[in-house]
């Protein structure tokens, strides 16, 4: 029996716990070498645990089914081999953990993750692993309080402190504590500059404030932290697009699709790239060729329900195309997929309550049935976190109906929609720009030159 970097006990050789230390602090740096130092420690000791349940987390992280499948079988042959009695208690509910997840039932997995950090505050592993099923549930709460609750365990002292703060930083962020979530954030990141995950908590607080300048000036400034050499450069530059698009500049968003979302082959690029050409989209840029090659990528990777908050993406790119027989063919396998019983996989609810209602109103927006899109989405616009991501990301959902409801002539919906905006973001010149087409409908045309001044004020007092 050994003990792993934070002083936990782990059973292993040395050296397969040296490369297990090392693929946890790769994994907190969102660096592609953790494959490398987890594939190391099994080739150590193949029958290392802790190995194989880091192994299998890595696999089902991508939210491939392909990756997920293959998870499956390396880690069913783990299992065959084992003896749980040899194991110490946190590595027997870390194997549980990881084989809820196997099966489709995220909220287990998480309920198997807080049991461990419960007792084992200072297992990183648990920790990042279970923040992670809680980004993928949309639960703000659990992101929040699962790393809050463990944080008077660690200290600054502690090698991965930062990266605890970064987590939590991002938690207090999806639970709407901006202020606290900045102040979090910005300490995670002096204590470890390259802490890609802690400056994307900054950006997130940035965003949900509207403070677009800000954080443009905040990304400019630390370019070498997180633009490179992690496999979480695609998604900060997404954000760094969704600033520019606030400012009103389409020509540098485009930019940073061509030269980093555009080409992506994992479903996180791909979701990136497609979350940005929909919006695109939404302010009437047809994306210039752009969503082709985008729906080709995303189409061998649906043949097989796994995660609903992919399944949008891809119909997007699909509706982007304006392949609107392929996102039916997609909506359809959903169906047949609902129509079994699957007791336990979350996938299963996710799609049934956001997954296809959303789909469903993406390709009535391509077929420019704007009335039905208000049907489908207005009525779960509260409760679209229940399949995943950020509020960041989900507000393209929320900006389709927007644009739905003004397009259809649902005014009255429109207002409530734009009332809300404005006033949780009065500094969003997006905000301002629609509620002047609004009042443009209407024949309020000193309504509607007043707002689209407060949009170009903003801009530039940004």
Partial sequence: MSTDQHGLAITGSGEAVRHYDRAVDELLHFRVEVDAEAAAALAAEPGFAMGNVLQAYLGLLTTEVNDARAARERFAAFRASVRPAALSPRERAHIDGVQALLDGDFRTCGARLQEITEEYPRDALALAVGHQVDFFTGDARSLRDRIGGALTAWSENDRHFGHVLGMYAFGLEEAG???RAEEVALKAVELNARDVWGIHAVVHTYEMQGRFGAGIRYLDARLDDWSTGTFFNVHNWWH????ALESGDIGRALGVYDAVLAGGEGAMELLDAAALLWRLR???HDGDGRWEALADAWEPKMGEAFYAFNDMHAVMSYVGAGRIAQADRLIAGRERYLAEARPGVTNRDMTARVGLP???ALVAYGRGAFDEVVDLLY?????????GGSHAQRDAVQKTLLEAALRGGRRDVARVLLSERIGVRPCSPFNWLKQGALAEQLGERGAAAAARLRAEDLVRRA
């Avoid at 760094?240 to 600033?243: F, I, N, Q, S």
């Avoid at 009525?379 to 399949?387: A, C, G, K, L, S």
């Fill in 177 to 179: 504590h901006y202020d």
């Fill in 282 to 284: 939404l302010e009437g």
């Fill in 379 to 387: 009525p779960i616009r509260h409760r679209v976190n229940e399949f």
């Fill in 240 to 243: 760094y697009a969704l600033y």
């Fill in 358 to 360: 959303v789909c469903r």
